[in-house]
């Protein structure tokens, strides 16, 4: 029978996440079955899984370290963030509705049979599936109806790991505090605490593992030391395009606005790995720099809204003069329907029904459908004739002259859309730039012939799981898993 452990924070980016895909790569090179799972995830960064749905990014990326095909049992519940107070509800990887946030509060506790499931399901794959919380596992104003940490591990009778982050200070009051505020019947169920991404000395740190271990009364694992490539892997939370603002300064200029909504940004992640590339994430009430090689508009969870975000950060004026000015653009996604005439949205699939016009630089139409496209494809970029690795992830039709001059080629059909002087291009496709060839056509001699992106990520998923085996006793860990109940 199957085992279980399961990782919570005492905040959100604690490194939970990588935590988990740290030790599914170390346990699957131990030759354990291993299985990622988190019950309900927040994020508007999602993959494909192989089974036809659609899971959170850091999922995917731990089913991948785990050496398995991610599938959508290993993320059940999956809230995409429409507006300020709404998400976009997919289960079992499909839409099933769209939801304020007190209403998915007062909900979602209907949810925890499907996700019990879910999990049953995977754990008759697995030798050990490591559980990811989500957010704070203090927050005890939402813990009523929980399916995402203590009422998931209550329900599971699974055992618990708190995580806490010690860069952003504050990690022994986080920690001891935690178990202050919750309910003791949850605090029961946590049998170790973690101490994350720690610098310098650990000896330093020796009377706070004693502090600790004495205040919770639970074994203190770490301090674990930071690791530094972790910005080498995709990332899932919005924060992390935080990071962008350091981006290198290349000789190849990418200016990306960004969108409130911005989706999946983690196409952007490749770019970000050239030496010779800047990627820029253009901030609201900034312009798009004028130097720019090549500005990308990327994907959105809501594209009509965040076309208006757009054109009131006037980056539509900016737009127009880089296009003038000879420079190149490329929409990805809600990015391509926004390059088109109209976007319309007749049955209110992102909102209220109605119709926007568009920026007008593809001679194309959208229009919104509630049947969401979930596949992963292998397409060929029309101009080059490099191949391309990528997924579907999208809701809506375009058609228009342009699309009669394709950006790719899928299966022999064509995709995508390519404006008559060939500066501007869509396409529906996300991860292309994770496809080697494709991305060397599309930078020229700014691209760096040595970057093999993929193969770069497994070598930081074996550098990661190095990385905890030296620096975490893995096997104590392990000892606390325990044998799931029917």
Same mark, same amino acid.
């Given at each position: 029978?199957?085992?279980?452990?399961?990782?919570?924070?005492?905040?959100?980016?604690?490194?939970?996440?990588?935590?988990?895909?740290?030790?599914?790569?170390? =346990?699957?090179?131990?030759? %354990? $079955?291993?299985?990622?799972?988190?019950? /309900?995830?927040?994020?508007?960064?999602? +993959?494909?899984?192989?089974?036809?749905?659609?899971?959170?990014?850091?999922?995917?990326?731990? +089913?991948?370290?785990?050496?398995?095909?991610?599938?959508? @049992?290993?993320?059940?519940?999956?809230?995409?963030?429409?507006?300020?107070?709404?998400?976009?509800?997919?289960?079992?990887?499909?839409?099933?509705?769209?939801?304020?946030?007190?209403?998915?509060?007062?909900? $979602?506790?209907?949810?925890?049979?499907?996700?019990?499931?879910?999990?049953?399901?995977?754990?008759?794959?697995?030798?050990?599936?490591?559980?990811?919380?989500?957010?704070? &596992?203090?927050?005890?104003? =939402?813990?009523?109806?929980?399916?995402?940490?203590?009422?998931?591990? /209550?329900?599971?009778?699974?055992?618990?790991?708190?995580?806490?982050?010690?860069?952003?200070? *504050?990690?022994?009051?986080?920690?001891?505090?935690?178990?202050?505020?919750?309910?003791?019947?949850?605090? @029961?169920?946590?049998?170790?605490?973690?101490?994350?991404?720690?610098?310098?000395?650990? &000896?330093?740190?020796?009377?706070?593992?004693?502090?600790?271990?004495?205040?919770?009364?639970?074994?203190?694992?770490?301090?674990?030391?930071?690791?530094?490539?972790?910005?080498?892997?995709?990332?899932?939370?919005?924060?992390?395009?935080?990071?962008? @603002?350091?981006?290198?300064?290349?000789?190849?200029?990418?200016?990306?606005?960004?969108?409130?909504?911005?989706?999946?940004?983690?196409?952007?992640?490749?770019?970000?790995?050239?030496?010779?590339?800047?990627?820029?994430?253009?901030?609201?009430?900034?312009?798009?720099? $004028?130097?720019?090689?090549?500005?990308?508009?990327?994907?959105?969870?809501?594209?009509?809204?965040?076309?208006?975000?757009?054109?009131?950060?006037?980056?539509?004026?900016?737009?127009?003069?880089?296009?003038?000015?000879?420079?190149?653009?490329? *929409?990805?996604?809600?990015?391509?329907?926004?390059?088109?005439?109209?976007?319309?949205?007749?049955?209110?699939?992102?909102?209220?029904?109605?119709?926007?016009?568009?920026?007008?630089?593809?001679?194309?139409?959208?229009?919104?459908?509630?049947?969401?496209? %979930?596949?992963?494809?292998? &397409?060929?970029?029309?101009?080059?004739?490099?191949?391309?690795?990528?997924?579907?992830?999208?809701?809506?039709?375009?058609?228009?002259?342009?699309?009669?001059?394709?950006?790719?080629?899928?299966? *022999?059909?064509?995709? *995508?859309?390519?404006?008559?002087?060939?500066?501007?291009?869509?396409?529906?496709?996300?991860? =292309?730039?994770?496809?080697?060839?494709?991305?060397?056509?599309?930078?020229?001699?700014? &691209?760096?012939?040595?970057?093999?992106?993929?193969?770069?990520?497994?070598?930081?998923?074996?550098?990661?799981?190095?990385?905890?085996?030296?620096? %975490?006793?893995?096997?104590?860990?392990?000892?606390?898993?325990?044998?799931?109940?029917?």
């Amino acid at each position: 029978m199957a085992k279980s452990l399961m990782f919570m924070g005492t905040g959100s980016d604690v490194g939970k996440s990588l935590l988990v895909a740290g030790l599914c790569r170390a =346990l699957a090179n131990r030759g %354990l $079955r291993v299985a990622p799972f988190k019950p /309900q995830n927040m994020s508007n960064n999602a +993959a494909v899984t192989t089974d036809g749905g659609e899971i959170g990014r850091a999922q995917a990326l731990q +089913a991948r370290a785990a050496r398995r095909d991610p599938i959508t @049992a290993m993320n059940p519940v999956l809230l995409k963030p429409e507006q300020e107070t709404g998400s976009q509800v997919v289960v079992r990887g499909q839409r099933r509705a769209s939801m304020s946030a007190r209403a998915y509060w007062q909900e $979602r506790g209907k949810l925890m049979p499907e996700v019990l499931a879910a999990f049953h399901d995977l754990a008759a794959t697995a030798d050990i599936v490591l559980v990811e919380g989500a957010g704070s &596992a203090s927050e005890v104003n =939402l813990r009523a109806n929980d399916i995402a940490n203590f009422g998931f591990a /209550q329900a599971g009778n699974i055992p618990v790991v708190l995580v806490g982050d010690i860069h952003r200070g *504050g990690v022994i009051a986080s920690l001891v505090g935690t178990f202050a505020v919750i309910d003791p019947a949850d605090a @029961a169920r946590i049998r170790a605490t973690l101490v994350n991404k720690f610098q310098g000395d650990p &000896a330093l740190f020796a009377d706070g593992v004693t502090f600790l271990q004495t205040r919770t009364g639970v074994p203190c694992f770490g301090p674990v030391p930071w690791f530094a490539d972790a910005a080498k892997l995709p990332a899932e939370d919005v924060l992390a395009l935080e990071s962008y @603002a350091g981006s290198r300064a290349g000789a190849f200029t990418i200016a990306v606005p960004r969108l409130p909504r911005v989706a999946n940004f983690d196409d952007l992640d490749p770019l970000r790995a050239e030496p010779g590339v800047s990627v820029i994430m253009v901030e609201p009430g900034q312009p798009l720099p $004028r130097n720019a090689d090549l500005v990308i508009l990327p994907g959105s969870k809501s594209t009509r809204s965040d076309l208006a975000a757009l054109r009131q950060n006037g980056w539509d004026i900016d737009l127009m003069a880089h296009v003038r000015a000879g420079g190149r653009v490329l *929409g990805i996604c809600g990015g391509y329907q926004m390059l088109g005439r109209t976007i319309a949205d007749p049955d209110g699939v992102e909102g209220s029904s109605g119709t926007s016009p568009g920026l007008g630089l593809l001679d194309v139409e959208t229009v919104l459908t509630p049947v969401k496209q %979930l596949r992963v494809e292998h &397409a060929t970029h029309a101009a080059t004739g490099a191949a391309i690795s990528g997924y579907h992830m999208h809701m809506g039709v375009t058609s228009g002259p342009d699309t009669a001059r394709p950006f790719a080629h899928v299966s *022999g059909a064509p995709e *995508g859309a390519t404006s008559m002087d060939g500066r501007v291009t869509g396409t529906y496709l996300h991860g =292309l730039f994770a496809a080697d060839p494709f991305r060397r056509a599309m930078l020229g001699n700014a &691209a760096s012939p040595d970057l093999a992106y993929e193969a770069s990520i497994e070598q930081t998923l074996d550098d990661l799981a190095a990385h905890l085996e030296r620096n %975490l006793d893995i096997n104590a860990l392990l000892a606390l898993a325990g044998p799931l109940t029917p």
